[in-house]
């Protein structure tokens, strides 16, 4: 099983980036998918999440200005980050709670960094 994470790079204060998280290999079941974030020299942030049935909930330093949203039927979930800041720069990870044949468990991807600056 694998999280493939996408999308970051360097934009300008007040633009937009979408991340994308695929997964891949033999899952039974997808439940919540979400992203944290850990900005340069501090400790990892939750971000986002959304439940398999469609329901969101956002840290409030992003609510209003991000989206997160899943295709259940590809096994993604994205996170669309408009009005960015300097403050939203860091490494985003995408997580999924997932069971497979061993079990249930937590996966995480490998991180895209998100530079926002002028």
């Known amino acids: 099983v694998q999280l493939q994470a996408s999308g970051g790079g360097l934009v300008q204060p007040g633009g937009s980036l979408r991340l994308s998280c695929a997964v891949s290999g033999s899952i039974i079941s997808v439940n919540v998918m979400g992203w944290y974030r850990q900005p340069p020299g501090k400790q990892r942030e939750w971000v986002a999440a959304?439940?398999?049935?469609?329901?969101?909930n956002y840290a409030e330093s992003v609510k209003g200005r991000f989206t997160i949203s899943r295709d259940s039927a590809k096994n993604m979930v994205y996170l669309q980050m408009n009005s960015l800041r300097p403050e939203d720069t860091a490494v985003y990870y995408c997580?999924?709670?997932?069971?497979?044949?061993?079990?249930?468990?937590?996966?995480w991807g490998q991180g895209t960094l998100v530079t926002v600056s002028s």
């Open positions: 997580y999924g709670d997932l069971r497979t044949i061993t079990g249930a468990r937590r996966y």
């Open positions: 959304v439940t398999s049935g469609g329901l969101t």
